[in-house]
């Protein structure tokens, strides 16, 4: 599918924004692990832990965190196409917002592309 530039570049800052936070999901999750080997079970974290997530808006210069429950944060993320962004932080020509909620929205991709590499794009959008 042929895509404008612009709209693939901010796509893929969004991916990549989604994959730094899916990170410390994964960083916590061998924590667990860790506790569970030395016995040490009082140590591990409870799903409903509030964390402050990266916006994964296209912004490449956006810094704002986000606080939700890494279950929530999971069950959004369990449709590939779905981001958590500031409300307002959306991007129309790329995604439409499902769902909002006073400390975030929930958007989707209305295209989508190939996984991207670890560096953000420069794009046109600005959210600071």
Do not use: W
């Amino acid at each position: 599918m042929n895509m404008p530039i612009e709209e693939r570049r901010q796509i893929e800052n969004e991916m990549i924004f989604r994959r730094a936070n899916e990170k410390v999901g994964d960083d916590l999750g061998a924590i667990d692990a860790m506790h569970v080997e030395d016995n040490n079970l009082h140590l591990i974290r409870d799903d409903d832990l509030v964390l402050h997530f990266k916006c994964e808006c296209s912004d490449e210069n956006c810094s704002s965190r986000i606080p939700i429950k890494l279950s929530e944060y999971q069950t959004i993320h369990s449709n590939r196409d779905t981001f958590i962004v500031l409300p307002n932080h959306q991007f129309d020509s790329i995604e439409k917002v499902l769902q909002t909620k006073r400390e975030f929205s929930v958007v989707k991709k209305n295209k989508s592309t190939s996984e991207p590499g670890n560096k953000l794009n420069t794009t046109t959008v600005t959210n600071i």
